[in-house]
């Protein structure tokens, strides 16, 4: 036999010839097992005959097969190609082969049938109307919350005890911006400290 990347053609009148590869085993006679009933030795003959034919193009194929891969796998290393990347198309061809089949296709079209059914049915339609009108409802009354508020803020900011409060926070504020001042004042111009009234320190 020639160099191990070389192809074996089947085509050959060699085919199968593969003395160095496989060697002849002796079979006993005695161990070989008994004729079925009804099977005359020469038809058990040509049967052991064309087993042996299939069993010898086995073998070739198998060389065959390995030599091809390593070939393959020879090109896959001259071109770069990782082991990852055979994975990845591996994975990629089975996925398609996987959405073209039949059975692929006829359990998407029977989801698909289902699907139309439940969204056309009218348990889905009044649900969905409802689920739509919950909706509708608590977005106006969020509003309606968020309008009662402003307007109770709107009603405190006009009531007497809020502009009370309003103005105490505005004297209390300009008590102690004038007395910060006038302390201020002070340590700049110590003779005209007490001259100014904390009313003409205020900044309002």
């Not at 002849?24 to 005959?49: T, Y």
């Not at 348990?123 to 409802?130: A, G, I, L, P, V």
Request: aromatic share 4%; hydrophobic share 30%; with cysteine.
């Amino acid at each position: 036999m020639e160099s191990a990347n070389q192809d074996i053609n089947l085509n050959s009148p060699n085919k199968g010839l593969l003395a160095d590869a496989m060697t002849d085993v002796p079979v006993d006679n005695a161990a070989r097992s008994a004729a079925p009933e009804g099977l005359i030795l020469a038809e058990e003959e040509e049967l052991r005959s064309e087993l042996a034919k299939v069993e010898e193009e086995i073998g070739t194929l198998r060389q065959v097969l390995a030599a091809k891969e390593r070939h393959c796998g020879e090109l896959k290393r001259k071109l770069g190609l990782t082991p990852l990347d055979g994975l990845k198309q591996n994975l990629s061809k089975s996925w398609h082969d996987v959405q073209v089949s039949n059975a692929y296709v006829k359990t998407s079209e029977k989801l698909g049938e289902w699907n139309d059914k439940v969204t056309q049915s009218d348990f889905y339609k009044k649900t969905q109307e409802t689920l739509s009108q919950a909706g509708q409802k608590t977005s106006a009354a969020l509003s309606n919350v968020g309008s009662v508020i402003s307007r109770k803020l709107g009603d405190m900011r006009n009531s007497a005890t809020f502009k009370s409060f309003e103005d105490r926070v505005g004297t209390i504020k300009n008590r102690v911006v004038g007395s910060r001042e006038n302390s201020t004042d002070g340590l700049h111009s110590p003779s005209g400290a007490g001259d100014k009234s904390p009313q003409d320190n205020a900044p309002f």
